[in-house]
């Protein structure tokens, strides 16, 4: 069983990155659950996606991820990779992030302050995290929205996927309009 969770702000694509996930495993002939079980169809919005892929002939019965029960954590923000650090396996679990800060509304208000040093909070749990600044990728790719799509690119090239079925998935899940762009992104990620 693969339990990964993907952590984000709304209209980052964390929904569209778990589809990603979801056509992989059906074209793999493999048993997958996805939910979004937090977050707010608006921008800026705290937005999380469980994904469990079950191994060949598994049965998955639920899409939700215990905390310590991820192997992976895709988190498309820094302070949200943060938030849900908790959830990540601590025997083996590996931490993806970008490093791109997207203020929440109480740092907005000033109420709170964004907090300091995230990735070395990060790190000092999981010292093999992965730090990633995918919107530079994304930019040149073509549109700051296809971050999510260059950080599945750098988490392709650490799985035992072969790179075209990644790709594929990503044309079967985005808008035509928008699949050169993504592959794109997810090439210049899996390139890193």
């Known amino acids: 069983m693969k339990s990964i969770l993907i952590a984000g702000v709304g209209g980052q694509g964390t929904l569209l ?55 992976i954590l895709l988190a498309f923000e820094e302070l949200e990779g943060l938030r849900w650090l908790p959830f990540l396996n601590p025997d083996g679990g590996k931490a993806y992030c970008n490093t791109q800060q997207i203020l929440p509304m109480p740092v907005i208000t000033g109420a709170m302050e964004y907090p300091q040093d995230v990735e070395g909070k990060i790190k000092a749990h999981f010292p093999d995290a992965v730090f990633v600044d995918a919107l530079s990728l994304a930019n040149e790719a073509g549109s700051v929205k296809a971050v999510n799509t260059v950080l599945l ?14 790709l594929d998935a990503i044309r079967s899940v985005v808008k035509p309009k928008f699949i050169e762009m993504n592959e794109k992104a997810f090439l210049l990620g899996y390139g890193l």
Not at 153 to 166: H, S
């Open 17 to 71: 990155a778990s589809m990603v996930f979801g056509q992989i495993a059906l074209k793999l002939n493999y048993d997958v659950k996805l939910s979004e079980v937090h977050g707010m169809a608006q921008r800026g919005g705290s937005v999380v996606t469980y994904v469990r892929i079950g191994d060949k002939g598994e049965t998955v019965y639920s899409p939700v991820i215990d905390e310590c029960g991820a192997d």
């Open 153 to 166: 690119g750098v988490l392709a090239k650490n799985m035992d996927i072969e790179k075209n079925v990644w």
